[in-house]
């Protein structure tokens, strides 16, 4: 077979400084001329001069291919496979033993992205890959299925290692000559070996007598030309006691490297600090060493460790303190060092020998084809390019649209201003539920920032306006009712549709018009430049006004709302669930910014397809001064509740399944298991929805209250045992600001940047929530120690910190 093997560097020139690269070309090419096949070499020019055999452009390259008609190319670098031409019949392979973009993540991190798109449109020329070793193997997986590669019937990338050829046993005897160890090579920005150095010569410089580090390094020949200055650098032969145990060189031509191991050399170090290109790679110079019949001294993280140890060819270090002790035992064990030598030559006869690596790629060019590609889309070309025209109905929509922006625009007539206009649900007051809470006590907050805010809901009669904290309700005008379809009748409409039926109400705005009417109204009376939605649905009007009104939509993501209503609701169907989803993603992707209240939450969406760059979090905030006050409910005597028995409290609406679930936990775990201890304990099950009759004699069901502060404080503790639920607990934050020690499970304190043990104990078990319950008790130093941690992490929620965030959102829509 004739293989044309397309290198970024000319053969390997002994006399030459030479890389780690064209080593390995030559060593394939022999490899591969061993076998029988008959192998040309081109390469890119970078001199004046074109010397035969180079190219210097897509051009050139492609006058080699037709001249030559290879039967399969081998292509030694990534950004070359740039240059071949479309449509190749030939089979390519590319070599990557090199993984760049790991390696660019240090040297250049601002062009990593456009790198890794090159190397993707790359790879759309090629039809495998070879990596030196099984770590570099599955680096690629999704970059080769972006670009294009079928992966379900094969994985076309080959392990061919880095290969190495036996030179002989190092000719110097360190016990006569004296121990030199050698390193270096290249100065690569992601090769820290300074830590490792440094500890070496101290060691060593402490040693009689002084054992000698030589140290070679340079630059890239294609980074920077190599010094030509001729300036006479330290020679290792020198007396130790002339200078201190390291000493470094320029890179050498290649004969002389190879020269300097066998005649001076008696150890190979190959230590750096760990990072993830370490991790991936595999150095060229660690090879030459082992077929110089030096052991190597390497860390253990590097993929030549395992055959190192595997064949005890010298020693793997995980730190650099490790050397302290490690040091002084090599040198002092000659006969160990001359066994571990003859081993390092051993290793490289077995497993390192060129035409042992090279196997799989003569195994691939026995059946070498094009690779399976995924089907690609096109469209046709549809001749002259002429603007479309859409069916009749389609224009006639069009038309009303223009004309309805106009009159909207005409109506709204105003220039856009800061206010800030709420959508969403009805149920805000009391606000005894964790969406009323935040939208409300935002809409506070920023009022108090001098903003002027308003909130539309479904009511048609009146929306809220909010001015220096406080709320009042603002009527409708009379246009707005006379242009909305009657409620009783979107109602039925509505909630006849495919939707579950028990969370209906929050995809009302879907089929209910007048949301836009009453929209407009508010919005002009509070000049706003803010359309917030605080559900995904409620986007819908504010999305469809926006232009009309020039506004920027905001939507706040108090839960995922399609994954929380699967997990709640059986009767969900996967046709509702996928239409529920795509609903969401949407109305996120279409709306300007998207508010999530938790990192987990933000990450789901991320996954499930909303734009990264729309999104951001703000957690949920707490009124800490309504918590400064004193406890205004005595509730041990509203519900009789002895002195010396202990107040547990939980709270939240009860008609919410996970919190259902909580109440069924004390009923019939926690509070049995505490009396079987001897504590008798009560709970304060605060909150609206409780059910008809208590599960327990000592749970006390409050319904729902005006403030939730003052029964909180009532208690001695807090314990949340949820083990389902989305969002983020607003519970967990009132605890912490009614200075409560706390105790839950890792599902209840979800999305809160807590420090288990500081800040709250987090326990998924019920026997030790049990015992952590007891503790608190009976040991009130660690509850004071909790509650005093957990109210300094609630004071930096304050809802005046989190309506600083909203209004920096805001000033970036502007």
């Not at 042992?356 to 070498?368: C, E, H, N, T």
């Not at 007539?413 to 007051?429: I, M």
């Amino acid at each position: 077979m004739k293989i044309l093997l397309i290198t970024q560097e000319p053969p390997l020139l002994s006399e030459a400084v030479v890389s780690g690269n064209a080593v390995r070309t030559q060593q394939i090419r022999q490899a591969l001329e061993g076998a029988g096949h008959e192998v040309l070499q081109t390469w890119l020019c970078i001199d004046r001069k074109l010397t035969q055999g180079a190219f210097r452009n897509r051009d050139q390259l492609q006058g080699i291919l037709m001249k030559q008609a290879p039967d399969a190319i081998i292509v030694a670098y990534w950004e070359l496979l740039g240059l071949l031409p479309y449509d190749l019949r030939q089979p390519v392979i590319l070599d990557y033993v090199a993984p760049r973009s790991l390696e660019e993540l240090y040297e250049s991190p601002d062009t990593v992205k456009s790198s890794m798109r090159r190397l993707r449109l790359n790879l759309r020329h090629c039809d495998a890959v070879m990596v030196g070793n099984g770590k570099q193997r599955h680096l690629l997986l999704n970059t080769l299925i972006e670009a294009g590669f079928d992966l379900r019937e094969s994985y076309p990338v080959l392990i061919v290692p880095l290969g190495a050829e036996v030179v002989g046993p190092p000719q110097s005897d360190p016990m006569k000559d004296g121990w030199l160890m050698v390193a270096g090579g290249v100065s690569w920005p992601w090769r820290k070996s300074e830590s490792y150095t440094a500890e070496m010569e101290r060691i060593a410089n402490e040693m009689c007598p002084v054992p000698r580090i030589v140290l070679f390094g340079g630059h890239y020949r294609w980074h920077e030309q190599q010094d030509s200055s001729g300036t006479k650098l330290p020679d290792p032969t020198v007396s130790p006691a002339q200078e201190t145990a390291v000493s470094h060189r320029k890179l050498e031509s290649y004969s002389y490297f190879s020269n300097f191991l066998s005649q001076r050399a008696h150890i190979g170090v190959e230590l750096a600090e760990w990072n993830v290109e370490r991790q991936y790679s595999q150095s060229f110079r660690s090879l030459e060493f082992l077929r110089h019949g030096l052991p190597l001294l390497c860390n253990r993280y590097l993929p030549i460790a395992r055959l190192i140890e595997k064949y005890d060819a010298g020693w793997t270090v995980d730190e650099p303190g490790s050397l302290s002790s490690l040091l002084p035992e090599i040198l002092s064990r000659p006969d160990e060092w001359q066994k571990k030598s003859d081993n390092a030559l051993q290793l490289v006869t077995q497993e390192l020998r060129p035409e042992r690596s090279v196997r799989p790629l003569l195994g691939w060019l026995k059946s070498a084809s094009k690779a399976a590609r995924l089907p690609e889309v096109s469209t046709p070309n549809k001749g002259k390019p002429v603007l479309g025209v859409p069916p009749p109905v389609q224009r006639l929509k069009r038309q009303f649209k223009l004309i309805r922006q106009v009159l909207i625009g005409r109506l709204y007539n105003q220039d856009r201003g800061n206010g800030v206009l709420f959508v969403t649900r009805g149920d805000l007051f009391p606000s005894d539920h964790g969406a009323a809470v935040r939208t409300v006590e935002t809409a506070k907050a920023l009022s108090n920032r001098g903003l002027q805010v308003g909130i539309v809901t479904e009511e048609r009669k009146f929306w809220y306006r909010f001015t220096d904290g406080e709320v009042v309700q603002e009527k409708f005008p009379l246009w707005v009712t006379s242009l909305s379809v009657p409620a009783p009748l979107v109602k039925l409409l509505h909630y006849s549709r495919d939707i579950p039926f028990s969370n209906s109400f929050l995809y009302l705005p879907l089929t209910d018009r007048s949301f836009q009417w009453r929209i407009l109204a508010a919005a002009k009376r509070v000049r706003a430049g803010i359309l917030q939605a605080e559900f995904p649905a409620y986007a819908q009007p504010c999305i469809k006004l926006r232009e009309a009104m020039n506004c920027a939509v905001v939507l706040v993501e108090h839960n995922v709302e399609y994954d929380r209503i699967k997990a709640q609701v059986d009767e969900l169907t996967p046709a509702q669930y996928e239409n529920l989803k795509s609903i969401e993603i949407t109305l996120c992707n279409d709306s300007d910014a998207v508010v999530c209240v938790s990192d987990n939450d933000r990450r789901k969406l991320e996954l499930d397809g909303v734009r990264p760059e729309r999104m951001q979090t703000i957690p949920h905030g707490v009124d800490l001064d309504q918590y400064d006050q004193p406890a205004a409910e005595d509730a041990r005597a509203h519900f009789a509740i002895p002195r010396d028995e202990a107040v547990l409290v939980y709270h939240g609406t009860f008609s919410y399944p996970p919190n259902r679930e909580a109440l069924r936990i004390f009923a019939e775990v926690l509070l049995p298991g505490l009396e079987d201890q001897g504590l008798r304990m009560h709970l304060l099950a605060v909150g609206k929805n409780p059910p008809a009759n208590s599960p327990h004699p000592r749970i006390h069901l409050t319904d729902s209250v005006e403030h939730v502060a003052p029964w909180l404080k009532s208690a001695d503790l807090a314990v949340v045992p949820l083990t389902e639920g989305g969002g983020t607990r607003m519970k967990i934050i009132d605890c912490f600001a009614a200075g409560l020690p706390l105790i839950s499970t890792s599902k209840g304190i979800e999305g809160i940047p807590v420090v288990p043990g500081q800040h709250a104990l987090v326990i998924d078990d019920w026997d030790a929530t049990i015992s952590a319950i007891r503790e608190c008790w009976e040991i009130p130093e660690k509850a004071q120690a909790l509650a005093r941690e957990g109210r300094a992490l609630a004071e930096s929620m304050d809802w005046k910190v989190i309506a600083e965030k909203y209004d920096s959102l805001y000033s970036t829509l502007s």
